[in-house]
């Protein structure tokens, strides 16, 4: 049984329909990857996933419940966690205290996943005490990610990561996606550089004008010449 099933999802802002009918499947253990041209409702369909607009048709299932139309809190409590491509750390908070923000739904001792984090992000341990605002972006984006493995997630939405870092803290941030899916969190990831994206996803989906135009492994879209030409840059 697929962990995420998404069917005919039609979503947008207001009267604005942006997803037109997407289709979208993810197995436990899995990277899928969403790409596609601007406007053809990538980060729309993390974002409705995620219950932050209005799902118009369709249906969305995980782990075998209609999620459909539930509030971020509560997927947050299912274990669902959401990396939004801007504004996603607390500037004025330290490092340490935006980790600790991410298990505002927690009612445990989650010591334990701060170390896990700290683990899995070297670079945050040793600034675990500086204002997140003073971090360089790619450090910033760890922030953000090692905020949302607060809940233990057992799927994580990724919006756009790599999004105005420098060529280094790209193929960093890429490592930090296989790293975290390698403890068994199951990813879904919005990405523009979609052929070093593509090169880790199990699973890809080029959306174009709200739906899919092709469905394949990572490996499979990267080798397919219409793909490359229409949307890789040839």
């Known amino acids: ?3 995420l099933q998404i069917t005919d999802l039609h979503a947008g802002y207001g009267q604005m329909a942006i997803l037109k009918g997407v289709n979208l499947s993810l197995d436990e253990g899995d990277i899928g990857v969403i ?3 601007n406007g053809a409702g990538k980060s729309t369909t993390l974002k409705a996933i995620f219950g932050m607009l209005n799902i118009t048709g369709g249906r969305i299932e995980y782990d075998g419940e209609d999620i459909s139309g ?3 809190e509560e997927l947050a409590k299912k274990k669902i966690a959401f ?3 801007e504004n996603n750390v607390f500037h004025t908070l330290t490092v340490h205290e935006n980790l600790e923000m991410g298990a505002y739904v927690r009612r445990d001792d989650f010591s334990r996943v701060l170390d896990h984090v700290y683990e899995i992000f070297p670079p945050l341990k040793e ?3 500086q204002p997140a605002g003073e971090l360089s972006g790619g450090q910033r984006q760890m922030v953000a990610f090692g905020r949302a493995l607060m809940i233990e997630p ?6 756009e990561p790599t999004a105005g870092l420098s060529p280094m803290f790209m193929s960093q941030i890429f490592d930090r996606v296989i790293a975290i899916n390698r403890t068994g969190v199951t990813v879904a990831m919005v990405e523009q550089n979609a052929k070093q994206a593509l090169a880790i996803a199990g699973k890809g989906f080029v959306l174009a004008n709200g739906t899919n135009s092709y469905t394949d492994t990572g490996p499979n879209l990267l080798n ?3 793909v ?3 949307f890789l840059g040839g």
Do not use: F
């Open 154 to 159: 057992k799927l994580i939405l990724l919006d």
């Open 1 to 3: 049984m697929s962990l």
């Open 224 to 226: 397919n010449p219409e």
């Open 70 to 72: 539930l509030q971020p």
């Open 127 to 129: 600034k675990r005490r």
């Open 83 to 85: 990396v939004p491509q």
């Open 35 to 37: 790409v596609g041209p």
């Open 228 to 230: 490359a030409k229409s």
